[in-house]
């Protein structure tokens, strides 16, 4: 489902600055992402990429700039003029709209795998256990690994650990969902099987965020294509066009690597 | 009493108590530590029974409560023929229940050096006694100095039970005075403190040296 | 007392064997056995877990709360048990609270063994990655959850060894509280001790029995660990 050009962004991001110590990582960045949008985010290591998709869920503090989510100022509040840190319950209200998968996955290995994917519905929305479960099943079929209920994340595949983690996320019925590297964590044959969910996705019209080094899936499913280095965006478009006739020097450069790369 | 005048009627007293614990585990440390690298190299050895006899040695060591050890050696000794003062028999208790613990820290130690090395020096002809002062000990240190310097904490605690077959050592003189004055939370509280300060000494001691060892 | 046993030897028959002895004094030792397992036992379960509140409390983003955190775990740390057990003992009349010696004497242990296993609680919380409190975070789930249900079984099952080890220290530990008159194992030797005149059988029994005691525990230690090893859910 195509994004309309003129519906309102459910995601802006202004001005957004963030340093760690010395260095500064994000040196102003604007962006937006419409409702059912699917916009990835590129660019080589330490341009900074990861740590705006972390910025926008707050997992880092920003600096300075805003991040807006569905009209919301996320992380801070402005009191009387100044501006505070949110609170932790204030801050699970401005995240409750995402859904966010990690790199390294991050399954709790205590637990199985249903459980995984049932604990936050337990414990934040108060569902009962047979509700939960239901849904949480439901979750697990959507990514193909319903057979995987009742294993531990230990005795599955990286593969099958991330969509284990789609599917955590995808429970509590994101507005918008977050990919950090997806696969970079993965080997080869297995990257495949979590592109296809992911591609799903996009197709069922879900607004998602990705971070990724796999430029087929920007080519072929993403909506909008942003091109990051040295902590700014240097290009940002159709995805078509950005790859067949990039206008910067350093886009250009990133791509070559990456076609002779994969030759 | 007030606490002004407590510390100035046994502030003396007290000091003398401490100095007495310091010099018990002094000593014990000088038992346990080269008997703890024997230990250790019987540990390490070829020969199963002695790696069979040292390995006793350090689980009964650790599995047998210090109080047990110096009644053993205080009221049993005398059934064996050892017959001696309450402060050496501490010493003596004290330095063979280390020993045990020093015997893994040790062995650990030993380990961590690459066999490669040994076997080399070796090929070379070099005696073992020198391989180990030479060779094996000095690049020991790095990863032997933490536990070590935690162990001496440790014995500086278990001296603490010396005050029971006698021992006039800082608990116990802590006791007398605890008996003398019928105030008993001055004293106690006034030892704990000294032990406290002691110990967070040493545990500065011991980060400094482990420091200055990790550059070495 | 030395000189006692030195004559008491002469004067009490060699008839009277190792073993007639260890039959008359097993029942005296059995009860012994009995309240070290109980006292140590009670201590190290009360310090659970108010320790890893105190781990917590260790790793808290305020800096009063890391501080009396430090505070407490520098001090039961940084002195001997059986001090501890002596100003335990004798403060709490003072305050105007009258108790057992036993209860006096867990009391004391559980105040010390609570800053040990935080210690060892903050080690296993510290190895899990951080990752995993983040997704938490992202589904919304807040900081007690995340805690109790994600944070602290996974490093219970980290740190069993480390609190074996802890379990059995507190068992030799026990030993002191003899000297607050409560019967457990070494009161008993010491008495059996000075009835029969024959400290070195008494304190041998009593030293096998820890041992004993010790070795049993290492064991159960070793079969949890690898029971939940084989449940496939250690790893990280």
């Known amino acids: 489902m195509k994004p309309e050009k003129n519906d309102k962004a459910l995601i802006q991001v202004k001005g957004l600055r963030k340093r760690f110590g010395e260095i500064e990582v994000l040196k102003g960045i604007d962006l937006e ?44 509040r402005d009191d009387a003029g100044r501006r505070r840190l949110a609170s ?24 199985r795998v249903l459980a995984n994917v049932t604990e936050a519905l337990r414990v934040v929305k108060k569902i009962g256990s047979a509700e939960a479960d239901r849904i949480g099943a439901e979750m697990l079929g959507k990514v193909g690994i319903a057979a995987f209920a009742d294993k ?13 983690a789609i599917a955590r996320a995808l429970a509590m019925k994101p507005r918008v969902m977050l990919f950090d590297e997806p696969t970079s964590a993965l080997d080869p044959e297995l990257v495949g099987e979590v592109l296809g969910v992911m591609k799903q996705l996009a197709q069922e019209g879900m607004t998602m965020l990705v971070v990724t080094h796999e430029m087929g899936f920007a080519a072929h499913v993403a909506d909008t294509v942003v091109f990051m280095d040295g902590g700014k965006i240097i290009e940002k478009g159709d995805p078509g066009k950005l790859f067949a006739a990039p206008e910067s020097d350093r886009l250009k450069q990133f791509l070559n690597t990456w076609r002779e790369r994969s030759i | 009493m007030t606490t002004l005048d407590f510390i100035a009627t046994y502030g003396p007293l007290l000091l003398s108590g401490l100095f007495a614990t310091l010099r018990i585990c002094f000593f014990a440390s000088l038992i346990a530590i080269p008997l703890g690298l024997v ?41 064996f023929g050892l017959v001696l003062e309450a402060e050496p028999v501490g ?72 005050s029971i077959i006698t021992v006039p050592e800082l608990t116990k003189i802590g006791a007398q005075i605890a008996n003398e004055t019928f105030a008993v939370i001055q004293p106690y509280l006034a030892v704990a403190l000294l032990y406290w300060l002691l110990i967070e000494i040493l545990a500065a001691l011991g980060h400094w040296l482990e420091r200055k060892v990790r550059h070495a | 007392m030395r000189e006692k046993v030195a004559e008491g030897r002469m004067r009490v028959s060699r008839e009277a064997s190792m073993l007639d002895l260890l039959v008359k004094y097993a029942p005296d ?30 790793m808290s983003k305020h800096p009063m709360v890391r501080y009396a955190a430090n505070l ?90 480390a609190i074996v080890s802890e379990i059995v220290i507190i068992i030799k530990n026990s030993s002191l509280v003899s000297v607050i008159a409560v019967t457990e194992l070494t009161r008993v030797s010491q008495q059996m001790a000075s009835n029969s005149f024959r400290p070195l059988e008494s304190y041998l029994a009593a030293g096998v029995i820890y041992l004993l005691i010790c070795l049993l525990v290492s064991v159960a230690g070793l079969a949890v660990e690898n029971r939940l090893r084989r449940q496939g859910a250690v790893s990280l």
């Open chain 1, 33 to 76: 992402v419409r409702p059912s949008e699917v916009l990835c985010i590129i660019g080589p290591s330490g341009s900074g990429k990861s740590t705006l998709l972390r910025s926008i869920a707050f997992l880092e503090a920003y600096d300075a700039g805003d991040v807006v989510f569905d009209g919301k100022l996320v992380g801070y």
């Open chain 2, 39 to 79: 230990v250790a190299l019987l540990l390490r050895s070829r020969r199963a029974a002695l790696r069979w006899i040292a390995r006793a040695y350090v689980e009964v060591m650790r599995g047998t409560p210090i109080l047990v050890v110096l009644f053993l050696l205080y009221y049993g000794g005398p059934s």
């Open chain 1, 88 to 111: 932790e319950k204030e801050l699970n209200q401005d995240r409750s709209g995402f859904g966010m998968v990690f790199q390294h996955f991050h399954l709790w290995p205590h637990l």
């Open chain 3, 72 to 161: 407490y775990r520098s001090f039961w740390r940084g002195t001997p048990i059986l001090v501890q057990l002596l100003v335990v003992f004798y403060l709490l009349p003072v305050i105007g609270i009258s108790v057992p010696p036993m209860l006096a004497a867990i009391l004391a242990l559980a105040l010390n063994t609570t800053a040990f296993q935080a210690e060892i609680y903050r080690a296993g919380l510290q190895a899990i990655p951080y990752g995993q409190i983040e997704a938490a975070r992202m589904l919304g789930i807040g900081t007690r959850h995340v805690r109790w249900r994600i944070l602290v079984p996974q490093t219970i099952r980290l740190v069993l060894p």
């Open chain 2, 91 to 162: 010493i003596l208790g004290l330095g063979l229940y280390g020993a045990g613990y020093f015997a893994e820290i040790l062995r650990a130690g030993l380990q961590s050096i690459a066999q490669g090395q040994i076997e080399a020096a070796r090929m070379l002809g070099i005696p073992a006694a020198h391989i180990l002062w030479r060779i094996q000990l000095p690049q020991m240190l790095r990863l032997v100095v933490p536990p070590s310097i935690n162990q001496i904490i440790v014995l500086i605690k278990e001296s603490a039970a010396l």
């Open chain 1, 152 to 164: 531990y994340p230990e005795q599955l595949s990286g593969g099958q650990k991330q969509r284990v």
């Open chain 3, 29 to 58: 030792f059995f009860h012994g056995m009995l309240v070290t397992i109980f006292v140590s036992g009670s201590a190290i379960l009360l310090g659970t877990v108010p320790a890893l509140a105190l781990a917590f409390g260790l």
